[in-house]
């Protein structure tokens, strides 16, 4: 195996290894219950950003849209995008992690799902209108890693497609992750035209001022400078 193969190997288990004590964690806390207030707050802002951002781009409606999401996880996001009417046949999902892709799988059997690394993407050139990552880039520590992930997104993105990014500028806390600003962004995806929202209150903070003020946590996170995530439209320029 060369240096590059046996760096994404050691990247994968790496990563493999974050999750597994990540989600053990994140599931006894109850931090992403639908029930947990500030998670929910989190979610229907992100929702919000998005619907603006498609129809703003002129990539909505969903429905003659061939779509792909790059770590699916379980499948959240993808039943999200089956609620904004996204055609199952055309909506498909690849997770790095072979047990993720089969959790998702069993929710949404009706999908095409597979477990997949984003360096090596199973589809032809110029396959999808809408290609979405939300937050893999911040959990690939390696940059010569994330410069292959992006390049094979954007070999499967079509002309006149888009790239949507959702993922955090700033995490102190995590030494698994990784922040990444819009100038790193940019550096993934050269010859593209950019669109950056700065959306999602710091989860700690919304963590304590959701229950108290639900209204108060949006006034906050409307100002945008405790926001966390950058969501952006990357469209290559034809």
Request: some cysteine; glycine content about 8%; overall charge positive.
């Amino acid at each position: 195996m060369n240096d590059r193969g046996s760096a994404a190997t050691r990247e994968t288990e790496r990563i493999r290894a974050a999750y597994d004590g990540r989600v053990a964690r994140q599931t006894a806390a109850g931090l992403y219950s639908p029930a947990n207030a500030a998670h929910l707050f989190a979610i229907q802002g992100r929702q919000r950003a998005l619907l603006r951002r498609l129809r703003d781009e002129g990539l909505w409606p969903l429905a003659d849209k061939d779509i792909l999401e790059l770590g699916c996880g379980s499948g959240n996001v993808l039943l999200e995008l089956l609620g904004y009417e996204a055609t199952p046949g055309r909506l498909h999902g690849v997770d790095l992690l072979a047990e993720r892709a089969a959790a998702a799988h069993a929710r949404l059997p009706h999908l095409a799902l597979s477990a997949a690394s984003g360096a090596r993407l199973p589809y032809a050139d110029h396959s999808f209108d809408l290609v979405l990552q939300f937050t893999v880039f911040s959990s690939i520590l390696d940059r010569t890693i994330c410069y292959t992930v992006a390049n094979e997104i954007s070999r499967v993105v079509r002309p006149g497609g888009a790239i949507l990014w959702y993922d955090f500028w700033i995490n102190p806390v995590n030494k698994q992750t990784r922040g990444i600003g819009p100038r790193e962004v940019q550096g993934y995806f050269p010859g593209c035209r950019f669109t950056f929202d700065r959306i999602t209150l710091a989860p700690p903070l919304a963590r304590r001022l959701v229950p108290l003020s639900w209204s108060g946590a949006l006034l906050l996170e409307n100002l945008r400078f405790l926001n966390t995530h950058y969501l952006a439209i990357i469209r290559p320029i034809k």
